[in-house]
Nanobody, 116 residues
Framework: VQLQASGGGLVQAGGSLRLSCVVSGNFFSLYVMAWYRQTPGKERELVAGFTRGSSIIYADSVKGRFTISRDVPKSTVYLQMDSLKNEDTAVYYC???????????WGQGTLVTVSS
């Protein structure tokens, strides 16, 4: 599967951005989707994601500010980011976890830069 992420950019602290990730093919429902982020010298961390039971989980650092959603007909997962902080600056990656094979696929990453 191919994942195409977009929507990153430069935003002032307190601002908002919406990231999008389009999943190629017609099997979007077979994937459990999530957003991760990574900064230089640090491990990639989970930001928000759906669970296999279709619950939603968020990193403590983004709870109340970020919202993950999906549009199944459009094979797209979104990450709405509000009240952005400097520490949200990172490359954001969408991730697709195949429900059956457990194969993980990653998008190319989109850079979010939050300036003060």
């Amino acid at each position: 599967v191919q994942l195409q992420a977009s929507g990153g950019g430069l935003v002032q602290a307190g601002g908002s951005l919406r990231l999008s990730c389009v999943v190629s093919g017609n099997f979007f429902s077979l994937y459990v989707m999530a957003w991760y982020r990574q900064t230089p010298g640090k491990e990639r961390e989970l930001v928000a994601g759906f669970t296999r039971g279709s619950s939603i989980i968020y990193a403590d650092s983004v709870k109340g500010r970020f919202t993950i959603s999906r549009d199944v007909p459009k094979s797209t997962v979104y990450l709405q980011m509000d009240s952005l902080k400097n520490e949200d600056t990172a490359v954001y990656y969408c991730n697709a976890d195949h429900r059956v094979t457990r194969r993980l696929d990653w998008g190319q990453g989109t850079l979010v830069t939050v300036s003060s």
